[in-house]
């Protein structure tokens, strides 16, 4: 992936299940020693179209960062970003997923909307690279 790619996408309502998800204790562990932070308890939604997220697939797969359950459970790919160039965040993109095609989760340290005084509709950019 080059430096410095930018993704952007709108944010969007999720399912209210990232509080869930991000709360786990084997996901917390192995975000801080990936990705150097414990995820806040929640996720960032985005709508980023197709390509760009068939973009962050691919860009995951060619720097290989997974969260991994003990057992068989169910996995991610990862790709680490800077949301708005400034909070760090992970694209999870889950190997099943109910989101649409077109939709991705973002974890980070901070509740991105309230710390940066976003809502739903608004544009965000995801730096990569």
Known sequence: MPANTIVKGKIISGFGRGKVFTSIDWLKVQV???FGFTPWPGTLNLTVGEAARQFLVEAGDKNPRRLDPPGNGC?????GVLINGSVPGVVVLPDITDHKPDCIEIM????????????DGDEVSLHLG
């Open 75 to 79: 996995g991610a790919g990862c790709v």
């Open 32 to 34: 801080a020693e990936q």
């Open 108 to 119: 980070a340290p901070i509740a991105v909307r309230e710390a940066l005084g976003l809502s």
